[in-house]
Nanobody, 115 residues
Framework: QEQLVESGGGLVQPGGSLRLSCAAS????????MAWYRQAPGKPREWVAGIRGSGITNYADSVKGRFTISRDNAKNTVDLQMNNLKPEDTGIYYC?????????WGQGTQVTVSS
């Protein structure tokens, strides 16, 4: 059964960095569009960044220039490097995998940006 497992969240001061990782099971990873979403307390889940199997990336305006999404199709992993973190980046970060036949979510990992 396909599943996603995130890791790498934690507490960081404003201006700091964190790297999130998402490991996927299954044999069709390279065909999935992978993405990171986040949900702040009391707010709806929002899309943060996405990456196609080809490596083409897209970012929400709020994180452009600070976050970098990458994938390793040989290892079935997708990472989110987050730099210059701000308090408004606080939330639960979810990994997402999508294909015409599949929609998967990870369990989420907490990111807290606070001094």
């Amino acid at each position: 059964q396909e599943q996603l497992v995130e890791s790498g969240g934690g507490l960081v001061q404003p201006g700091g960095s964190l790297r999130l990782s998402c490991a996927a099971s299954g044999s069709s990873f390279s065909s999935y569009v992978m993405a990171w979403y986040r949900q702040a307390p009391g707010k709806p889940r929002e899309w943060v960044a996405g990456i196609r199997g080809s490596g083409i990336t897209n970012y929400a305006d709020s994180v452009k220039g600070r976050f970098t999404i990458s994938r390793d199709n040989a290892k079935n992993t997708v990472d989110l490097q987050m730099n210059n973190l701000k308090p408004e980046d606080t939330g639960i970060y979810y990994c997402n995998a999508r294909s015409p036949l599949l929609l998967l979510w990870g369990q989420g990992t907490q990111v807290t940006v606070s001094s």
